[in-house]
């Protein structure tokens, strides 16, 4: 399979992003319109595209560009997985020219994903931090 990383998502793209987010628990709330606005705010987009410009997989960066940057939403769509794309896509994170002087990177998953991005010295020993969330109530209640 031919593939290749895009920065900016089409129209159809964006609609295939909504689609892929409505298959897992996490994401399956947002909407295309939502998903436009997060597209804009986001420092750094990464899509993985097939041959026919279809959206196979995405990622996207929050950052400051030096000091802290937060990978979020590493996605690759079902029927793609387990061929060695979710970790195409996070090589081209970690190693994104934008992020190479960034002094922490940060990203969320589940206890399960935890040893696939070990690989990249990914850890959980994070010392003298705890993380803390404030949710907005009109979020919850989706």
Not at 70 to 96: C, E, W
């Amino acid at each position: 399979m031919t593939y290749k990383f895009v920065d900016t998502l089409t129209e159809k793209q964006i609609y295939q992003l909504v689609e892929l987010y409505k298959n897992e628990f996490w994401s399956q709330q947002r909407t295309y319109p939502d998903v436009v606005k997060m597209l804009k705010n986001s420092d750094i987009v990464v899509g993985l595209i097939n041959n026919n410009a279809e959206l196979i997989g995405f990622t996207r960066v929050l950052t400051d560009f030096i000091y802290r940057a937060t990978i979020y939403d590493v996605i690759i769509k079902p029927a793609h997985r387990n061929q060695g794309l979710g970790a195409k896509l996070m090589d081209a994170i970690v190693h994104h020219p934008q992020l190479h002087q960034v002094e922490q990177i940060a990203l969320y998953c589940l206890p399960e994903m935890m040893p696939f991005y070990q690989r990249w010295g990914f850890t959980t020993e994070v010392v003298n931090l705890n993380l803390m969330y404030r949710y907005h109530r009109s979020h919850q209640d989706k």
